[in-house]
């Protein structure tokens, strides 16, 4: 994918400290297979929505072929 996104379902966000740079790893699965595969993507903080707790349906940006951003999906009422 160049360009696009992916919606997913949030399992865990960890933090990673590496030389002292924190990034993120965040953890989820496809929409529609919830127990299957984990994916991860290796983020900054700025990249990441804070306001995510698992369980959550995120959406993922990439841009060729790397995740540059996660948000969160805001269900419709």
């Given amino acids: 994918m160049l360009k696009g996104t992916r919606d997913g379902l949030l399992k865990k966000v960890q933090p990673v400290s590496i030389h002292g740079q924190v990034t993120w790893d965040v953890f989820f699965t496809d929409v529609d297979d919830p127990d299957g595969q984990p994916h991860v993507a290796r983020l900054g903080p700025e990249a990441v929505a804070q306001n995510m707790e698992p369980g959550d349906r ?13 948000s969160r999906v805001v269900p419709p009422m």
């Avoid at 995120?58 to 996660?70: D, M, N, P, R, S």
């Fill in 58 to 70: 995120i959406q993922i940006e990439y841009l060729v072929g790397v995740a540059v951003k996660v």
